[in-house]
């Protein structure tokens, strides 16, 4: 990513980040649990909003292990996978109000159609599975591709 849309995404992921926080801190405080205002107890090693961002994109840009993701910003493994696995849903968030995320399901062709509207080139990457063999002969030969048995 260029640091334009990194700039462009910045106040959408604290937005995000912040409102979730509140949701967290009111939820607890209904259910009698909370005692501390939002902010309040120690300070992790993401500071700032743009850390907690570099943090999240850096991890899905090279998928390091949380060995290397600690070492790199000075945490304990543990704490990068807490912190990942509570920042990915801020980033999911902060991509679909933004417009970014990419779409995963097409529920009709008219769907996929618009959405590669202005495309000029479609990579897909896809993996063959194997299938499950009905019993019945007529059903065998149906779903029958002709290759050869498969290595186990």
Same mark, same amino acid.
């Given at each position: ?24 801190? *009111? ?19 993401? #500071? &700032? ?15 390091? &292990?949380?060995?290397?993701?600690? &070492? ?9 996978? *807490? ?15 933004? *417009?970014?995320?990419?779409?995963? *399901?097409?529920k009709t062709p008219d769907e996929l159609k618009s959405a590669l509207k202005g495309a000029d080139r479609l990579i897909i990457d896809? &993996?063959? #599975?194997?299938?499950? #063999?009905?019993?019945?002969e007529a059903k065998q030969r149906e779903h029958y591709s002709g290759k050869k048995k498969s290595i186990r």
């Open positions: 990513m260029s640091q334009a849309q990194v700039d462009h995404l910045l106040p959408v992921f604290s937005e995000v980040y912040t409102t979730q926080q509140q949701q967290k801190y *009111e939820a607890g405080v209904a259910s009698g649990v909370r005692t501390r205002k939002p902010g309040g107890g120690a300070k992790g090693k993401l #500071r &700032t909003m743009g850390d907690k961002l570099l943090f999240v994109l850096s991890y899905y840009k090279t998928y390091p &292990t949380f060995d290397v993701l600690g &070492t790199q910003c000075a945490m304990v493994r543990s704490k990068a996978h *807490e912190n990942l696995h509570k920042l990915s849903p801020v980033l999911h968030q902060t991509l679909v109000r933004c *417009e970014m995320m990419p779409h995963r *399901e097409f896809a &993996t063959e #599975r194997a299938y499950r #063999r009905s019993q019945d």
